[in-house]
């Protein structure tokens, strides 16, 4: 159970309100109210965890709304989930730009809502964690910003990009670049099948994403409003912030934003170079236990094929003197049942020698595989 947290439901249909009151009150403090007017009324008395907000409110609109409490010290840091019947990119675009953290289109299953919930309380838990770790970091990227010139934190990135060995090092110290600019934004980065979306609000945000994931597509730099997307290779950034009221700084920071997306993506390279090298290291040594384990099996038959061989022979020739001495057989027959036991004889034992040359030539490939896994 988790009472404890609470969610505002904001919507002017009341069989939306109660339907959603239905799968949330089990586990949640469910509060509802038919216009933003109403919730309002109610913040300064208590705040929500979660805002659940429909977009087509009368009067104020969820996205006006959202824009409101974004802009409010004291509810900024809410987590808010539109609810619409329009599942358009354009859509979803007002409420990224609204500040919205989520989008759920009607109609829905409980289980997705119930879902975005929990994916809400993430959000709102991390988000906790870093707003302490972002006054921290404010006035770390003001001091470096006083003590270097906007190429020198590039040239900063390129430094410390080295000791970036995972997507969310790589993203992070793009963020940091960001900050330092004051820019507030995103990045995506994109590594074989696996693609991770960071913010200074965290990581997997879905409707942030699902904006990166759209933008990815649109060019190597792509502008809008005060919004600029720098997309290279598998790096995207984007900006919410662009300074378009200074022309020579946002020149500056747009060339600086298109050496920083390229600096990335070759340093993404090589952490994917890297990975799957890590992978091939360890395909080999797989594949060097099962060489061994095989060999050893191998060997150790190849020599139990021998000693039964060799009693083989031992027997035959034992068998063929005794059979001798009872049969009477002349001189010439004698020497020819003796050669046709030779001539048998000598086959079986080519046949083991091939054994021998078989487990050479897995030897030499073991030799191999312990040259490539050193």
């Known amino acids: 159970m988790t009472q404890h947290f609470r969610i505002f439901v904001v919507d002017d249909e009341s069989g939306m309100c109660s339907l959603l009151t239905s799968i949330l009150a089990d586990d949640y403090a469910v509060e509802s109210y038919p216009s933003a007017e ?51 990119i354009d859509a979803r675009l007002q409420g990224y730009e609204a500040g919205g953290e989520d989008f759920i289109v009607k109609p829905f299953a409980p289980e997705e809502l119930l879902s975005r919930v929990k994916v809400a309380q993430r959000i709102q838990n991390e988000q906790a964690q870093l707003r302490a770790q972002a006054k921290f970091a404010e006035r770390t990227a003001f001091s470096a910003m006083t003590s270097m010139g906007d190429l020198g934190i590039i040239i900063e990135f390129l430094r410390k990009s080295f ?13 940091d670049v960001l900050g330092q600019y004051g820019l507030q934004g995103a990045t995506q980065i994109r590594l074989g099948r696996e693609s991770l979306s960071m913010s200074p609000q965290g990581s997997g945000i879905p ?54 997306t390229e600096a ?21 040594g797989q594949a060097l236990s099962t060489l061994q384990a095989t060999l050893d099996q191998i060997r150790a038959g190849h020599q139990q094929d021998q000693l039964s061989v060799t009693q083989l ?19 010439s027959n004698e020497n020819f049942m003796i050669e046709l036991v030779k001539r048998h004889l000598g086959q079986v034992i080519d046949r083991l020698d091939g054994g021998r040359t078989v487990i050479g030539r897995l030897e030499e490939m073991e030799k191999t595989l312990r040259t490539l896994a050193a």
């Open 207 to 260: 409707l942030e994403q699902t904006i990166l994931d759209h933008v990815s597509t649109l060019g190597r730099i792509f502008e809008f409003q005060k919004r600029g997307v720098y997309n290279y290779g598998g790096i995207t950034i984007l900006i919410c912030n662009m300074p378009v009221d200074d022309a020579e700084r946002c020149g500056r920071i747009r060339d600086n934003l298109a050496i920083l």
């Open 163 to 175: 000791a970036c060995t995972t997507a969310p090092d790589l993203a992070q110290a793009i963020l």
């Open 313 to 331: 022979i031992i027997n035959v020739q034992e068998d063929m003197v005794k059979s001798f001495v009872k049969l009477g057989l002349s001189e």
């Open 264 to 284: 990335a993506d070759a340093r993404r390279q090589a952490i994917e170079l890297e990975q799957f090298n890590r992978r091939a290291q360890q395909g080999i």
């Open 38 to 88: 109403a919730c309002r009324d109610r913040l300064p008395r208590q705040l929500p965890d979660m805002f659940l907000l429909d977009v087509g409110l009368p009067g104020e609109d969820g996205y006006e709304f959202c824009r409101r409490l974004k802009n409010s010290e004291q509810t900024r840091h809410i987590p808010v989930t539109f609810v619409s019947g329009h599942d358009t």
